[in-house]
């Protein structure tokens, strides 16, 4: 059972404009939500987290809303650059249990 | 510290034969994971340690795998008989907790099994 879900493979947007990536949760028991940004040929690389007390986090251009009663959150990048173009991974926590990741978005910025 | 090492980059064996992979975590972090991941798929958790102690094993992870970290520092990962389905790439990453932030990959050992 896929407890995260990241239901669209893929995105395409426009250099400048806002990427928008969702992420679904099944476990109400999840306390941590955190996102990866991951390239070809590297390991995924920690991008930004929330709280399950928060319902937002920002961080420069990254900003990730949570949704709790609706078991959502989306990852925003505003504005989106060429350098942003990768695979985003959603991952939840509970407690200090490892991770369980979504299937990806591979996110591609057109100049 | 230069963050967390995977030795090697790739390896490719053939069918039954058995591999090990290396990782050394960032030193003073005592929780060390070991995920798997093959294509179009996210990273599937195999495995963790809190320094020596084995904690929690994944079901995905059947008695041809083994995980060892002595002495709480680096870890290997060994597969037996490997099959064509071991063929992914396999993630080491460690953390001092999870929590706000997450943990810290290393770039990943590429099995490929012919």
């Known amino acids: 059972d896929q407890q995260v879900k990241q239901n669209s493979p893929s995105l395409s947007v426009q250099e400048g404009r806002i990427s928008i990536l969702n992420c679904d949760y099944t476990n109400s028991m999840f306390d941590y939500f955190l996102w990866y940004k991951k390239y070809p040929a590297e390991g995924p690389t920690f991008l930004i987290s929330i709280s399950s007390i928060k319902d937002k986090n920002e961080d420069g251009r990254f900003t990730v809303f949570l949704n709790k009663s609706a078991k959502h959150l989306s990852l925003h990048i505003v504005p989106s650059q060429p350098g942003d173009s990768a695979v985003y991974f959603c991952a939840a926590s509970r407690g200090n249990t490892p991770l369980v990741f979504g299937k990806g978005t591979r996110l591609s910025v057109i100049a | 510290d230069t963050g967390v090492s995977q030795n090697p980059r790739h390896k490719i064996t053939k069918r039954g034969q058995n591999v090990t992979f290396r990782c050394d975590p960032i030193?003073?972090?005592?929780?060390l994971y070991w995920y798997r991941q093959t294509l179009g798929q996210g990273p599937e958790f195999l495995t963790y340690?809190?320094?020596?102690?084995?904690?929690?094993k994944s079901r995905l992870l059947s008695d041809r795998f083994s995980a060892e970290r002595p002495k709480g520092s680096f870890s290997t990962l060994e597969i037996q008989r490997t099959e064509q389905g071991d063929s992914a790439m396999y993630l080491c990453?460690?953390?001092?907790?999870?929590?706000?932030?997450?943990?810290?990959f290393g770039s990943g050992t590429r099995l490929t099994v012919v």
């Open positions: 030193s003073e972090h005592n929780r």
């Open positions: 990453a460690s953390s001092l907790e999870v929590g706000f932030y997450g943990y810290t």
């Open positions: 340690f809190q320094n020596e102690a084995q904690l929690e």
